[in-house]
């Protein structure tokens, strides 16, 4: 579930009289997500995603995020727009939470994962990054390396409950990538989506129709945003890298921006990394998130298995 506060009739009739969208005629809590508060939003003039940003999001954060969908939608991605009310303003309050109204994406994520998505995958991913370099404030990755060891100490040791001696195995992981990992001018350099998985990408009548849910994007190597989206993608059975996936991901990718070659060097070093990155994040929210929660839990271990697969001898593709 993912409607952690209530909207009133009166409140949001109140709120929307600032904008020019008209009047509500349905407001319907949308179950999917688990970071902020989501409406389906049907007013006399058309379908809107209403949200209301919980505790987790900094209130200072939320212009970026907003003015990134602003600027990457103008350029042509199809993404979410945040609609602004009559005084030009985006972000607003409602139930005591800041609140936002975005244009409504049509399409559903893709229940089979083919060459065919992963391509128009890798094409939107490319444009998200090729649009994104004049969008010049920087948001740093609040879930970079130095963010890894600390997500594990907080864990205190329960990822042993999941799997034996996985708290020590993930340490020494840790300190092996962040050895390696490319400094953060070695490699091009910009807006990243960061959470690119299935879930956040929208499908119509076989097409890409958008991609949503943009609160983890972030300045950091465009690669990087690669490596999650081929972990995300690419692994039907969580341990095994479909390769027929991800060199289809690849070539759209490459269809509008071709990677150098450093970064073709470093790909397997940030895959390990993105593996490592929802791993943690998966082993946070599993020690953290009590069972009989609404939320559901996602699996750290199917990262511990991409990882490992990383980590095999030979593993990477990069440099066909
Ligand atoms: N612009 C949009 N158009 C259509 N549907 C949307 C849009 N934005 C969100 N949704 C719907 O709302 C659901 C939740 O949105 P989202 O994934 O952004 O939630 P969240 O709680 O912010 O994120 P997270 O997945 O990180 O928990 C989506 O799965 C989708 O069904
Ligand atoms: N995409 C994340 C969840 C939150 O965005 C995961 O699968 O771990």
């Not at 904008?19 to 509500?24: E, F, P």
């Not at 995020?65 to 009559?86: D, E, I, K, Q």
């Not at 936002?100 to 559903?108: C, D, H, K």
């Not at 920087?138 to 042993?160: V, Y």
Request: charged share 20%.
């Amino acid at each position: 579930m993912a409607v952690y506060t209530t909207v009133s009739s009166a409140a949001l009739a109140s709120f929307l009289a600032d904008y020019d969208i008209g009047q509500a005629v349905d407001c319907q809590g949308i179950a999917e997500g688990i970071e902020n508060s989501n409406f389906l939003l049907t007013t006399d003039t058309g379908s809107f995603i209403l949200t209301l940003y919980e505790r987790r999001m900094k209130a200072e954060e939320l212009p970026w995020f907003l003015g990134l969908m602003r600027h990457l939608s103008a350029r042509g991605l199809a993404c979410p727009t945040p609609v602004a009310g009559r005084d030009g303003e985006t972000l607003r309050h409602l139930a005591e939470r800041p609140a936002a109204v975005t244009t409504f994406l049509p399409g559903r994520p893709t229940p089979v994962i083919d060459a065919s998505a992963c391509h128009a995958l890798g094409v939107a991913l490319a444009q998200f990054h090729a649009w994104g370099r004049d969008y010049v404030v920087e948001r740093r990755n609040a879930l970079g390396p130095e963010a890894w060891q600390p997500l594990l100490d907080s864990c205190h040791g329960s990822g042993d409950d999941l799997q034996p001696e996985l708290t020590s195995r993930v340490s020494t992981a840790i300190a092996e990538v962040t050895r390696e990992w490319p400094a953060a001018d070695s490699l091009p350099r910009g807006q990243i989506h960061a959470d690119l998985f299935p879930d956040n990408v929208f499908f119509r009548d076989g097409a890409l129709s958008g991609i949503i849910d943009f609160y983890f994007a972030c300045t950091d190597h465009l690669a990087y945003d690669l490596a999650i989206c081929i972990n995300a993608w690419c692994f039907p059975d969580e341990a095994r890298l479909d390769m027929n996936l991800a060199r289809a991901l690849l070539a759209g990718y490459e269809s509008v921006r071709a990677l150098e070659p450093v970064e073709r060097f470093h790909m397997t070093r940030l895959c390990q990394g993105a593996a490592l990155r929802f791993l943690l994040t998966r082993l946070y929210d599993w020690v953290n998130t009590p069972r009989d929660a609404l939320v559901t839990r996602k699996d750290p271990l199917a990262y511990w298995s991409r990882l490992q697969a990383w980590q095999a001898p030979g593993a990477g593709f990069f440099h066909e």
